[in-house]
């Protein structure tokens, strides 16, 4: 079983609708979270952290439930610009920032 | 103040060539990770150091690659005797000593793409 488990879509989403991601990462020991938005050759950058509590950032919210292992990503009102592959990302011990990165899940907003 | 900056950001190596791929991290920055991204894939740990010491190597392939981050210079990333397998992106990310929140506080440079003819 693959560490951290994403859709990898395509997703192809109408402009303005609402889109939303999943994920499953398999340590349950795991202690950080986080979404990464990578454009096509460009290197990752981080969109948000996510906590056991929802965390949102304008059109964007991301939850965590540590009992499920699972992650989500809901991304409200796309825009053009939203479409990118959306990186789901595990950081399994403290001490270092080692990152576990998902597949991806590719995200296509057609106007 | 620059970001993480690597070089060169596209190298092509025939195969049985050596591919030398650098990183210099943020100012202030003394921990350096390298990340490989197969075409399609998503990003594989490789290697995370700091100034003269590899702190954890477990994602490197047993031969072939090594990676050295000295007290002076950038971090480098070495791959003797390329094959076409080793096509990828190679990204290098940096992050301070001691940091509040992890993960929040690493930054990617911009990718070197070998392409091993």
């Known amino acids: 079983r693959k560490e951290v488990e994403q859709d990898p879509g395509p997703f192809n989403v109408p402009e303005g609708a609402t889109v939303a991601f999943n994920c499953t990462y398999s340590?349950?020991?795991?202690?950080?979270f986080f979404w990464y938005r990578q454009d096509c050759r460009k290197e990752p950058k981080l969109l948000m952290s996510?906590?056991?509590s929802g965390n949102e950032d304008g059109r964007f919210t991301a939850q965590l439930n540590r009992a499920s292992q699972y992650i989500s990503l809901l991304i409200r009102d796309s825009k053009l610009s939203d479409s990118a592959t959306y990186l789901c990302?595990?950081?399994?011990?403290?001490?270092?920032?080692?990152?576990?990165f998902g597949t991806g899940t590719r995200l296509t907003i057609i106007p | 103040n620059a970001g993480v900056m690597q070089n060169p950001r596209h190298l092509v190596r025939r195969r049985g060539q050596e591919a030398r791929l650098r990183c210099s991290p943020m100012?202030?920055?003394?921990?350096v990770y390298w990340y490989r991204q197969l075409p399609e894939e998503g990003l594989k740990f490789m290697v995370y150091?700091?100034?003269?010491?590899?702190?954890?190597e477990s994602g490197m392939p047993k031969e072939r690659f090594s990676a050295e981050f000295p007290k002076e210079g950038p971090s480098i990333l070495r791959i003797q005797q390329v094959v076409r397998g080793d096509s990828a992106a190679y990204f290098c990310?940096?992050?301070?000593?001691?940091?509040?929140?992890?993960?929040?506080?690493?930054?990617f440079g911009e990718g070197s793409w070998l392409t091993v003819v």
């Open positions: 990310a940096s992050s301070p000593l001691m940091s509040a929140r992890p993960g929040n506080t690493i930054y």
């Open positions: 340590n349950s020991a795991s202690q950080s």
């Open positions: 996510v906590y056991s």
């Open positions: 990302v595990v950081i399994a011990n403290f001490g270092n920032e080692k990152l576990t």
């Open positions: 100012k202030g920055h003394s921990h």
């Open positions: 150091l700091q100034k003269e010491n590899i702190i954890d």
